[in-house]
Nanobody, 125 residues
Framework: QAQLVESGGGSVQAGGSLRLSCAYS????????IAWFRQAPGKGREGLAI????????AYADTVKDRFTISQDKAKNTVYLQIDSLKVEDTGMYYC??????????????????WGKGTQVNVSS
């Protein structure tokens, strides 16, 4: 059974940066898909970035591609989301999720069945 644990959230001022971490286990050791999502207060869940642990970063949502960077440390079974130039509208709960099984190419924000509990990001002006 896959497990994902997010960390690195917090309260920051607009213009600052954060690096979120997603430690994963129980997924394919060869290659699997991990994505970051967020849910802002009163809004639906939004897909942000996708990485194939075998192939590397694959996709970003258009709304964040200039400020968000997804990366990984395979030795640590950890995926990161670097967020720069934070905006108030980046406030929300950030989740990582995985397809779990072996995948090299990744679906675009669908089919992610294993989820972490999230880490909260609060951005103030």
């Amino acid at each position: 059974q896959a497990q994902l644990v997010e960390s690195g959230g917090g309260s920051v001022q607009a213009g600052g940066s954060l690096r979120l971490s997603c430690a994963y286990s129980g997924v394919s050791t060869s290659s699997t898909c991990i994505a970051w999502f967020r849910q802002a207060p009163g809004k639906g869940r939004e897909g942000l970035a996708i990485i194939s642990t075998g192939a590397g970063p694959l996709a970003y949502a258009d709304t964040v591609k200039d400020r968000f960077t997804i990366s990984q440390d395979k030795a640590k079974n950890t995926v990161y989301l670097q967020i720069d130039s934070l905006k108030v509208e980046d406030t929300g709960m950030y989740y990582c999720a995985s397809t779990g099984g072996y995948r090299w190419s990744c679906p675009e924000f669908v089919g992610y069945i294993w989820w972490g509990k999230g880490t909260q990001v609060n951005v103030s002006s």
